[in-house]
Nanobody, 128 residues
Framework: QVQLVESGGGSVQAGDSLTLSCTPS????????VGWFRQAAGEERQFVTA????????YSADFVKGRFTISRDKAKRTVNLQMNNLEPEDTAVYYC?????????????????????WGQGTQVTVSS
């Protein structure tokens, strides 16, 4: 059974930075597309960014605006989300997801249906 565990969330002030990590168990990310989504209270889950593990190609939502960076840590076998200059509007539960049917173009991984496994989420709260 594949499980994904997010870590690194917390409460910060506007302008601060956080790094989230997604760690798999039961299967590595090799060959997968790993994505980050977020869901604010009362809203739908929203795509943030994704990375194709093997090529390290990435795709991000427009609102990221260069503030967030997704990367892989090959040694730790994790995927990280570096978030800089956080804003109160970034407050949400952040989820990582892994998709192993990777023949789609990377932009397609903005859709939740492209992912096979999801983590439980980690809360990020940004105060003004």
């Amino acid at each position: 059974q594949v499980q994904l565990v997010e870590s690194g969330g917390g409460s910060v002030q506007a302008g601060d930075s956080l790094t989230l990590s997604c760690t798999p168990s039961g299967r590595t990310f090799s060959g997968a597309v790993v994505g980050w989504f977020r869901q604010a209270a009362g809203e739908e889950r929203q795509f943030v960014t994704a990375i194709r593990w093997n090529s390290e190609n990435t795709y991000s939502a427009d609102f990221v605006k260069g503030r967030f960076t997704i990367s892989r840590d090959k040694a730790k076998r994790t995927v990280n989300l570096q978030m800089n200059n956080l804003e109160p509007e970034d407050t949400a539960v952040y989820y990582c997801a892994a998709g192993y049917q990777t023949w789609y173009k990377l932009t397609s991984y903005a859709e939740t249906s492209k992912y096979d496994y999801w983590g439980q989420g980690t809360q990020v709260t940004v105060s003004s």
